[in-house]
């Protein structure tokens, strides 16, 4: 196991690098033989699941159904929405031979799907009665990627992506704003990670929205990943389908539309915010395994209080992993420490002479020693407490990247530090533009809770509103 | 909803007609405008969720782990075993443009994923510390066919599919046969479906595998479906992809290897096996929702005992629909019959004169008037008979649909009537060629628990097993 640590790159000597170490040494990825794919194997893909079944949940209970709809998307439909089209056509894949045959229509596998929904909306709303329709689809999605990063940028994508359709603009725009509010605080609670919710620039949009809202964290190297979006699409799509409702007055109207989604990016974020150079630090709420055991020695001791350690875990519904084969302790401390376990538990001779077992926190590495009989008792307050420092340890760290200014040279010499840069701005491409030249810098998201006052610094114009401008994976 | 009602075909009159009627009727599925596409619909989905995450606990409770393979196949790697690519080739999708790029080699999208798990097998799989792997994958694939008959015949069908390795053939022959074991289990516990379980002739089997066993399932019309696979590889695709482990013996050694899969197919099984010429009839076990409930009028003596009701069935953890919209009760009698709810609950101000509500069983339409305070109460052991009896049901007739015979003239004639024939068998394709030829049926699978005795009555060369013959979905 020590020779695996040392595979781990040094996060401050060069963070691209250790990120993908720590994916590959942690067993959550492998890359696939062809270029662009991605194995998510099965310790990744259980940290998937622990992020589905919770997400999934609070769905349901805000009244979503799970549909699933066709991978494949004919040329024709993909074109129905103008500015959808032009935004998704050039990364798509394209089936062209069904067997032998060559295909009268070329398909696309879906990159997103609102064409599909759309045309099955179109069929299935034919009154107010059928609305809202609260529609959510678990699957994968893909775009053309050239390069792969694990769970950053690859060929294909797990993803969940939410459709509903309403009678009224407020009610849908009511929606598009909860599901945001959903992911903001699934992360900040499961993942511990601290975000930044707010608008898209008009630049920055998804094709064919009229509004994107998003969720922006920053990264341990001052780096922004969008995590999670959600659009407001007023009627325009519903129009391009003609998709039409009787409503309660007795007249045809058109309803409202939006999509939201997030993706296996999440695993990436929450990689790239706590982790470390042993690997993995996962939060407790979100860790497949909450606890390790690990046995030192075959002492007749030891292995009776592993056994009762793992009845009171189970009677407790605590998960746990236990490392009871032949390596040694310390290759079983860095195994431990590389996957993340939230606490590890070490049931040694020595200890046990004093009726004690010690427990590691994975974020700290403090070791606390504690008896024996009151190790599963203090889980759930150590678990909720390292949950809670991992939270605040991130948003410390985060805060301290963030500047302000109203001077665009100011703001030049503070592009080169690593962090997010907060200014009032007058919402036109072309500062976007013009700030995307000089400094490399995209406008992350609107904060939604200040006001713009001032002139633009980049510009000069009376402000709109204010915004984040950082680096982005 | 009488109109609803009115769409479905009598099963009797024309059973094709009558499955889609109801898999339409029953919101399950709708078809996508693409040639071939399935929608499934909320409630088809819900049932789909049920089956998969009694299944998922299944698997993981043996030791299996889920993981998500990529889903493109480059035509040279699909080509690595022989028999494998010649099986398949024929109905795959072919991409061949990403974006406006030709691709240097085609990929297909998976139609089941054996290369792909091979590859990655290669790469991690060193020691014989590292069998057994047991791997598990929920996805999707494709298949081009250019019918569609929903949750039997589709361009993608969801499913599972497991790949195992081991080291030893008797653990990958043991890994075959538990989990065709799972499948015939959760068949018979809870799609209460009567299934026989045996090998597939050298034809049948799957395109690469050593031995193929199967579930096969006989449908109220006496056709068979065969529900679920499992696989023996023996070393052929390890050699193929030159897999090797270092045994504890230190030589280098094949692995052997097992896949086994099951799709929404299942879906289609439970509703030829139950339903009826109202809808769907749903056992239990396997209902997205156990009861409905009707409120009758909008009396407040009503409305009190439907909120009692709803709460008794929470804290039960029942799950339940209320139909309390303002259509009529004959509307909503029918709305449930055709959702096939197990129990539906009526509350109505005249039983409630009486303290009583009215209970129906879905299976039966029985009606039982009860003590409103004892409705719940009642529920488990009500929920639980209708689970055996349609079990039962479904095996008397599928009991009265199976002939046994040692004359091929008498086999022809019983070949015109719905149903399995059982005989014993040379074992030889040349006679199932000849059998499908004479009367368009093929062999089901084997009798594992029956041994051979006697002639083959289609060649009457001595018998080598007894199997089952049968028309197929």
């Keep these: 196991m020590e020779k695996q640590v040392e595979k781990i790159t040094s996060r401050d000597v060069d ?71 032009e935004g998704f056509a050039p990364e798509v894949a394209w089936v062209t031979y069904g067997g032998k045959e060559k295909l009268e229509e070329r398909m696309c596998v879906r990159p997103t799907s609102e064409t599909l929904f759309c045309e099955h909306f179109k069929k299935i709303i034919k009154s107010y009665r059928d609305l809202p329709l609260l529609y959510n689809q678990w699957c994968t999605i893909v775009r053309w990627e050239k390069t792969t990063r694990p769970f950053l940028r690859s060929r294909e994508i797990l993803w969940q992506e939410g459709h509903t359709m309403h009678a009224t603009e407020e009610e849908a725009r009511n929606e598009t704003l909860q599901m945001l509010k959903v992911y903001e605080d699934f992360q900040r609670n499961y993942l511990a990670i601290p975000v930044f919710v707010g608008r898209k620039s008009e630049k920055e949009k998804f094709a064919g929205a009229k509004e994107t809202y998003s969720i922006e964290a920053m990264m341990y190297d001052g780096v922004a990943l969008q995590n999670g979006t959600s659009h407001y699409f007023g009627q325009d799509f519903a129009k391009a389908f003609d998709i039409k409702f009787l409503d309660k007055d007795n007249t045809l109207k058109t309803p409202y539309q939006t999509s939201w989604g997030c993706t296996t990016r999440m695993i990436g974020a929450l990689i790239m915010t706590h982790s470390d ?55 079983k401390f860095a195994e431990a420490e590389v996957k993340g376990y939230p606490i590890r538990i070490e049931i040694g001779k020595r200890d046990l002479e004093n009726n004690n077992v010690t427990l590691v926190r994975r974020d700290t590495l403090d070791k606390i020693i504690v008896n024996k009989d009151e190790a599963i008792d203090i889980l759930p307050i150590l678990l909720d407490t390292i949950q809670s420092d991992m939270y605040n340890k991130a948003l410390k760290r985060r805060n301290k990247m963030i500047y302000e200014t109203d001077n665009y040279e100011e703001f030049k010499e ?31 998201c609107t904060i939604m809770d200040e006001k713009a006052s001032g002139k633009c610094p980049i510009c000069g114009h009376d402000a709109t509103c204010k915004i984040y401008f950082g680096k982005q994976y």
Excluded at 277 to 304: F, W
Excluded at 317 to 324: E, G, Q
Aim: net charge negative; charged share 30%; glycine share 6%.
């Design 15 to 85: 963070f691209a690098k250790w990120y993908t170490d720590v994916c590959k040494v942690a067993d959550l990825v492998d890359y696939g033989n062809v270029k662009g794919s991605m194995i998510i194997r099965p310790y990744g893909y259980a940290i998937w699941e622990q992020m589905t079944s919770v997400l999934d949940k609070e769905f349901k209970k805000l009244g979503h159904e799970n549909v699933q709809m066709p991978m494949f998307i004919p040329e024709s439909l993909l074109n129905i929405e103008k500015e959808h089209v």
């Design 414 to 444: 503070l592009a080169t530090k690593p962090g997010f840069i907060k200014v009032n701005w007058c919402g036109r491409t072309e500062c976007e533009d013009k700030v995307k030249e000089d400094t490399g810098l995209k406008t992350r």
């Design 277 to 331: 150079d042993r690997g993995l630090v996962l939060p407790p709420n979100i860790a497949p395994y909450k606890v390790c055991l690990i046995p030192i020695g075959n002492d007749e001791k030891v292995t009776n209080t592993l056994n009762t350690l793992k009845e009171e875990l189970d009677s407790k519904n605590i998960t746990y992993k236990v490392l009871d084969d032949d390596k040694t302790p310390g290759f």
